[in-house]
T-cell receptor, first 114, second 117 residues
Framework: QKEVEQNSGPLSVPEGAIASLNCTYS??????FFWYRQYSGKSPELIMF????GDKEDGRFTAQLNKASQYVSLLIRDSQPSDSATYLC??????????????FGIGTKLQVIP | DTAVSQTPKYLVTQMGNDKSIKCEQN?????MYWYKQDSKKFLKIMFS???????INETVPNRFSPKSPDKAHLNLHINSLELGDSAVYFC????????????????FGSGTRLTVV
């Protein structure tokens, strides 16, 4: 079982719709969760992080976390063509020596159709 | 500008050569990382340094040797390059990734696209 699982897509949504991106993780002790956006040929950029169960909203983005189900999602409201990118889910886990490690999923490619 | 700077941006080299990639950050972070992103776009951690101390060393061939002269710099030297080393290598930095510390995620460099021919 992969540590962080995402459907690679592509996920196609029409402009103005809600895009829903999902991620599951295997380590119940995972402590925090991140969503990164990566445009083709560019580096990943952080868009949201979430630590507690429930929803966290930032503009058109909402991150949702359910630790019991080991599930984290990202909703993008009013999707725009400029949102077309690969969205990487990342999970922070215990490593060793008190340090932690962040593991990335494969990423979901989102295509917003004008 | 505050940033994570990586050089070079592109590197094309022949099999068997030795090459280095350099990374510098001026964000005041104390932890730096090397990640490899392969052709399938999977981003996998290679190494992590905290205040010049190696804290993460994943299953990476020992042809890869990281060095951190200070907490703002992290370099990667690769010996005897192989075709399979072709990938994009990202440097990143963050605040301490340790129990009891809140971490607000990484800042990535722009990447080094390494092509071994």
């Amino acid at each position: 079982q992969k540590e962080v699982e995402q459907n690679s897509g592509p996920l196609s949504v029409p402009e103005g719709a809600i895009a829903s991106l999902n991620c599951t993780y295997s380590d119940r002790g995972s402590q925090s969760f991140f969503w990164y956006r990566q445009y083709s040929g560019k580096s990943p950029e952080l868009i949201m992080f979430i630590y507690s169960n429930g929803d966290k909203e930032d503009g058109r983005f909402t991150a949702q976390l359910n630790k019991a189900s080991q599930y984290v999602s990202l909703l993008i409201r009013d999707s725009q063509p400029s949102d077309s990118a690969t969205y990487l889910c990342a999970v922070r886990n215990r490593y060793s020596g008190g340090y932690q490690k962040v593991t990335f999923g494969i990423g979901t490619k989102l295509q917003v159709i004008p | 500008d505050t940033a994570v700077s990586q050089t070079p941006k592109y590197l094309v080299t022949q099999m068997g050569n030795d090459k280095s990639i350099k990374c510098e950050q001026n964000l005041g972070h104390d932890t730096m990382y090397w990640y490899k992103q392969d052709s399938k776009k999977f981003l996998k951690i290679m190494f992590s340094y905290n205040n010049k101390e190696l804290i993460i060393n994943e299953t990476v061939p020992n042809r890869f040797s990281p060095k951190s002269p200070d907490k703002a710099h992290l370099n990667l030297h690769i010996n005897s390059l192989e075709l399979g080393d072709s990938a994009v290598y990202f440097c990143a930095s963050s605040a301490t990734l340790k129990d009891g510390f809140i971490n607000y995620g990484y800042t990535f460099g722009s990447g080094t696209r390494l092509t071994v021919v």
